[in-house]
Each structure stands twice: as C-alpha cells, then as structure tokens.
C-alpha cells in the first residue's frame, strides 16, 4: 500500500534490501534528511497502519466507509453493473465488498506487490461474491499493468480508495494516474478517495494520535533501520512529530533528535543536531480544485463528488 511497498526486492550477498539501503544512506545525506514513507511498511509497519485505522482521532477510514455505505445507489446508477472492479493496492481490501455489493460487477481484480497477503484477501473476497470471477495480480502498480486477458473486453472501473494518492508528491500522483488510465484503456472509470484540508488541529491529532500507535509506526522505520541495515540508531532519542505544512496542504511526519546523536547505518556515519528531524511522510489534503486539477493533469475527468456527513473525506468518481 501506499508511495509505499511498491518496488520488487532485490537482495544483495548479505541479504540485504539493495533499494532500501540506498534510499536510506542517500536520505540521510541530504540537507532535510527523508527516508520514502515507502518502507514504513515492512510487517510491523503494516499492521501499525491497521491499528491507526481504528483510532478514534484517525478519522479517514471512518470517513470513507460511511461514504461507500450511504453513497450504494448512486454507485449503482452512475457506474452500473457488468465492469471488471480493478483495485490498486488492494492489500486487505476490507472496504471493497461495499462497492462490489452496490455495482453487480462482472469480475473483481486486485493489484497489489505483497503476493501472499493479495492472494488471501482474494479468496476471501471470492468467498464473500459466489459466482464473481477474482483475478488477483501481483503487479507494481505505479507502472501501466497488463490486465489478464479473460477481463480485457469489459469495461473497467478502477477503485484506489484510502486517499493513498495523498502520500505522493504531485508529479508523482499524476504519473500515477496516467499510469492507471493506460491500465484501464478507454471508456473505464475511477473512484478514488482523497482527504480534505481541514482545521490542522484536526489533522495534527489524525497524525499524533493520544495512543502513540502513530508514533509507533514512525518510531518502527528506525527500527527497521536498525535491524535490516546494521543500524545503531538511538530510537528513544527520536520524537515523532506531525507538522502541517500550509504552503503544500499536507501532513508530514518527521522523526526528531531530542539531544545531539551520532549513529550508523551501514558501515556509514551519521550526525544529528538537537530538533534536527528525518521526514519520513507526506499525507496531502485536497479540496475540490486541487483534487479536479490532479485528475484532469491525469487523464481523468472528474464526474461526481461524495463527501462524508462530517464534510472530512471525499470519494470522487472520475472518467477516462
Ligand atoms: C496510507 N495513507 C493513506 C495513510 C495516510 O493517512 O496518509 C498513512 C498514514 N500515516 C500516518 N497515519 C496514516
């Protein structure tokens, strides 16, 4: 899920995550030190993101299922039955069967890099939809996808939900989006989840919730440093922080040096000041302009526009 999970790993003669490695020794060489919020998610990680889902200040998943709950007729009538479901990123793919109920869909399939955990939720799914075909593939999907060939005659409707187009950076979202509309090919839709701009009280709570299950899953990429690339990281001298950034409409996530560090990874040494931070995250909000300026740079045209009864979340619905 995610900027995230989304290259294959290529291991070097320790077993080491080459990209990983890389991405972190050049990240921490930079002036803003950042490490790509892509490899928050090794297992850990991942089920860390599940656990925020349920925090009470971490409102998006909330948000977005009552949208797929009360929005099941307008689904009906404006994507209609008889598409092939595409979900990038499906991971889990807890909020499809809501979709898949509302639009009689004539097959379902799911996009994902982590194979094993794809081909689970798949039988799950395929469990829960007797008679609906489910053809899971295991596909990076930030490059164009071949789609398999017993769904290349129907017309598809892709489904990206989560407001993961959030994570990436602009240029990044619509190479992404370009990317999906040469997956689907013509006459498809989208229906994409993207969060809103709010009161950053809000959203900084959203980040920094009181349980720490945010800062945990910030705080476990050090970890992850530590354990996979010979890290000696003090992680207890690390603060997660939630800033909102005002001028790019986003939360970032930031690790901070709570006194003057050294450390190393990989054989490489490494200095931190005091407030110092790595950036690890970005989560952009949108409101309707940027999110129809987004899609339109994309490929896609924006057609319907649903929010939550809070006004915290959208699902847009978009064509090719
Ligand atoms: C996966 N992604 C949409 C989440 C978000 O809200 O940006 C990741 C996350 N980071 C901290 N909390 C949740």
Known sequence: MSEAGLAYVELDEEGVNKAFRQDVLEGLAQRQKAVPARWLYDDAGSQLFEDITDVPEYYPTRAEREILESRQQDFARLIGPGRAVVEFGSGSSVKTPLLLGAIDPAAYVPLDIAGDFLRAAAEDLAAKF???PVYPVEAD???PVKL????AELPKLGFFPGSTIGNMVARTAVDLLRSMRETLGDGSKLLIGMDLIKD???LIAAYDDSRGITAEFNLNLARRINRELGGTIPVDRL???ARWNDT???IEMHLEAQEDLEFEVSG???AMQRGETIHTENSHKFDRRSQYTLLLAGGWTPEERWLDSGDRFSLILASA
């Open 130 to 132: 007797p008679g609906l």
């Open 141 to 143: 999907f930030m490059k």
């Open 148 to 151: 398999p060939k017993e769904v």
């Open 200 to 202: 950053p009280d809000v």
């Open 239 to 241: 603060r997660h922080v």
């Open 248 to 250: 790019f409409a986003r």
């Open 268 to 270: 490489r040494r490494f």
